[in-house]
């Protein structure tokens, strides 16, 4: 079992940057693939960026492709998602999630553990 606490996020202009972390305060997160998701009021929470339990494959939404970089550090326990160019779009709020699958899924519903939801905000 794994708890994950976020940080990071807040309100920037267009094309600014934000990072987003997560930490298990509990738990390996090595032992876990890894993903974020966004989630808009009203809306169905979709995936944004996934990366292996080992880091080495990480996979992007088509609107996060080049402007998002997921990493983790499984010596610290944390994975993080680092934003550039932020868009109005991407207006949300971010989720880490964990899955005890060997692979990274794609939809919520195979994730096992998640973070309490942090605010992104894009706004001149």
């Known amino acids: 079992q794994v708890q994950l606490v976020q940080s990071g996020g807040g309100s920037v202009q267009p094309g600014g940057s934000l990072r987003l972390s997560c930490l298990a305060s509990a738990g390996r997160l090595g032992d876990y693939a890894m993903a974020w998701f966004r989630q808009v009021a009203g809306k169905d929470r979709e995936f944004v960026s996934g990366i292996s339990w080992s880091g080495g494959s990480t996979f992007y939404e088509d609107s996060a492709k080049g402007r998002f970089t997921v990493s983790r550090d499984n010596s610290r326990n944390t994975v993080d998602l680092q934003m550039h160019s932020l868009k109005p779009e991407d207006t949300a709020v971010y989720y880490c999630?964990?899955?005890?699958?060997?692979?990274?899924?794609?939809?919520?519903?195979?994730?096992?553990?998640w973070g309490q939801g942090t605010q992104v905000t894009v706004s001149s």
């Open positions: 999630a964990a899955t005890v699958l060997s692979r990274v899924p794609w939809t919520p519903y195979e994730y096992d553990y």
